[in-house]
């Protein structure tokens, strides 16, 4: 059986995406080399502000077919809001490819490492290790709703949440078929069904009959407020969380600022089905305040790739042997250095890549 070799288009976007996105490809080349899994890259240079800046449009009228034919989706970061506003530069690529590739699924592990100072006192690596499973299509993100009166004192604003039963059951799903592959196997809902008295009890039904499904991982539901208490206070005790899109939305961003800096911090936009291609990326944004210095931070932008091999490769091993690989060279260097600036270091984004890459190739 001839290997499949995985299409990857490189988006390295905006700011210091063009920064990180070096380093993301020179440790995906090492894992790629040393576990014997095959990629093809295609460099897109649109869906950047450079572009939008040369033709007026963030992308060409037929992207959706150019990026139809990829496996997956790399993406550095996008936005130059001194030149080109959020709402055409974000709407106009990144929040386009959610949609239209029905990347329903966002995911972003926290992990603490050693070497990382985490802003919450008494915590020592390991203690925190989960998985936030956003849902990332519908829930209260919809732009159903209307004003009544507009512009008087009697103005009204009305705004729907959307719960469908096939969004919910599939994010649901994802998060217990993920729970059942890690150690732990425990999920966490997020609810608020003593607050929003209609869509959350019926989330929280379909929780409890989705878990039916999966005798071997143990469940249980939290009120947001609860458990966004928790989270700081016992992070430990989290292994998958899964939430709504609004809800998902925060935690995504406590989850990552409870294990230290942005920089490190990975997301997957996933389509489970494959239909689509999913898209990789870095938590963090183009941050023009330190573009053009070579001193960002590329880990997470690294450990997006390591995210990417994982779930391309359903063969069998080496994704997941690849993407071990990566974190274990991650959490060496975290504890031995190079460090850049935003881990009290000196080193540059380059560096920091380079010893990355090196630690995957010595990998056993
Ligand atoms: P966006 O709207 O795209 O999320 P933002 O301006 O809100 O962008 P970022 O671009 O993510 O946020 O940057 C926030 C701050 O964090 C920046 O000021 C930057 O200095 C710092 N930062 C972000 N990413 C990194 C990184 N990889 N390494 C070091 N510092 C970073
Ligand atoms: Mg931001």
Redesign the pocket.
């Known amino acids: 059986m001839t290997k499949k070799t995985f299409n990857i288009a490189v988006i390295a976007g905006d700011g ?1 995406g063009k920064e ?1 996105m070096p380093e993301g490809l020179r440790v995906l080349d090492a894992a790629a080399k040393r576990f014997g899994i095959a990629l093809q890259y295609t460099h897109i240079e649109w869906a950047s502000c450079d572009y939008y800046a040369a033709h007026g449009k963030m992308m060409p009228d037929d992207w959706k077919a150019q990026l139809s034919r990829m496996d997956a989706i790399y993406f550095g ?1 996008i ?1 130059w809001p001194d030149k080109v506003p ?1 709402h055409i530069s974000l709407w106009g690529s990144l929040l386009k490819f959610r949609r239209e590739f029905d990347q329903y699924i966002n995911l972003r592990p926290a992990r603490l490492f050693e070497g990382v100072p985490c802003p919450l006192a008494n915590r020592k690596a390991g203690d925190i290790d989960f998985m936030i499973v956003r849902e990332n299509t519908e829930g209260e993100y919809t732009a159903v709703g209307g004003v009544m009166y507009e512009g008087t004192e009697r103005e009204v604003v009305l705004q729907q949440a959307v719960f469908s039963r096939h969004g919910t059951d599939r994010v649901l799903k994802f998060a217990f078929d993920l729970a059942r592959q890690r150690e732990r196997k425990h999920v966490t809902v997020a609810t608020k069904s003593n607050g929003i008295a209609v869509s959350m009890p019926w989330w929280d039904g379909r929780a409890a009959e989705i878990a039916a499904g999966f005798k071997d991982v143990t469940w249980d539901k939290q009120h947001i407020d609860a458990l966004t208490a928790r989270f700081v206070l016992q992070p430990q005790r989290f292994d998958v969380v899964v939430a709504s899109n609004l809800f998902g939305d925060i935690l995504s961003d406590l989850g990552p600022a409870c294990t230290g ?3 490190l911090a990975p997301s997957a936009n996933l389509n489970p089905e494959r239909k689509f291609p999913s898209l990789f990326e ?1 938590v ?4 023009p ?2 573009y053009g210095r070579n001193i ?2 590329p880990i ?1 932008m690294i450990w997006s790739g390591a995210l990417m091999l994982d779930f391309l490769d359903q063969s069998g091993t080496a994704g997941r042997q690849a993407h071990d690989a990566i974190l274990a060279a991650i959490q060496q260097v975290l504890h031995d250095g190079p460090h ?1 600036a ?1 881990l009290g270091g000196k080193a540059s984004t380059t560096e920091l890549g380079k010893a990355i890459a090196a630690a995957v190739e010595r990998a056993a």
Do not use: Q
């Open positions: 210091i990180v970061a936005g959020d800096t942005l920089g870095p963090h944004g183009s941050a305040d330190i960002a931070n997470g850049t935003d």
